[in-house]
């Protein structure tokens, strides 16, 4: 049974638009949240992540926000950019022990 | 160099073959990491070394060895893989816990 889920394989948006990328899951004893980004023939890169005490951490164009009562996080990059396009994988741990991704979801931005 | 270099790049290997995947890290970090991407599959983290002292094996079969000589060196001896072995092996680096690891470009492992 996946811990963390990203239910959308992959999402396609317009330059200059929001990209909304979700998460899900079913261990409330995680109480940290990553996001990574991966190129293709590259290894993920660390973009942002959120303590399970915040509900929202921003960084540039890239916003996490947490709702811990539905066991939900997203990734919100506004405005989208083609470089954008990657894999996002979501990841989450509890203080430091059982590191789990989800299975990623593929962005592509538009031109 | 900088970073988190892994080597070979590429691996094909029968499943009688004894063979070492190479992952070196020049960031000052104490805490290095295997994971393991099958296809159509998530991430799967293998192994944590904390300090050099393995801290975590998410129950890897044996064929999979890891080794930690210092801080800035892990490995991964591999014998009698089967098949289903195939994928990408990732090895990651981290200060401290396990936010923000970075991550090497992986090898990609074919056992025949």
């Known amino acids: 049974d996946q811990q963390v889920k990203q239910n959308s394989p992959s999402l396609s948006v317009q330059e200059g638009r929001i990209s909304i990328l979700n998460c899900d899951y079913t261990n409330s004893m995680f109480d940290y949240f990553l996001w990574y980004k991966k190129y293709p023939a590259e290894g993920p890169t660390f973009l942002i992540s959120?303590?399970?005490?915040?509900d929202k951490n921003e960084d540039g164009r890239f916003t996490v926000f947490l709702n811990k009562s539905a066991k939900h996080l997203s990734l919100h990059i506004v405005p989208s950019q083609p470089g954008d396009s990657a894999v996002y994988f979501c990841a989450a741990h509890n203080y430091g022990q059982n590191f789990v991704f989800g299975p990623g979801t593929r962005l592509s931005v538009l031109p | 160099e900088t970073g988190v270099t892994q080597t070979p790049r590429h691996l094909v290997m029968g499943m009688t073959n004894k063979k070492s995947l190479k992952c070196e890290q020049h960031?000052?970090?104490?805490?290095m990491y295997w994971y393991k991407q099958s296809a159509k599959k998530p991430l799967e983290l293998m192994f944590v070394?904390?300090?050099?002292?393995?801290?975590e094996n998410n129950s890897v079969p044996s064929r999979f060895s890891p080794e930690c000589p210092n801080s800035s060196h892990l490995f991964l001896h591999l014998h009698t893989l089967q098949p289903e072995d195939s994928a990408l092996y990732l090895c990651?680096?981290?200060?401290?816990?396990?936010?923000?690891?970075?991550f090497g470009p992986g090898t990609r492992l074919t056992v025949l």
């Open positions: 990651a680096s981290s200060q401290g816990g396990p936010d923000e690891q970075f």
């Open positions: 959120i303590s399970s005490i915040k």
């Open positions: 960031l000052g970090h104490n805490a």
């Open positions: 070394y904390n300090f050099k002292e393995q801290t």
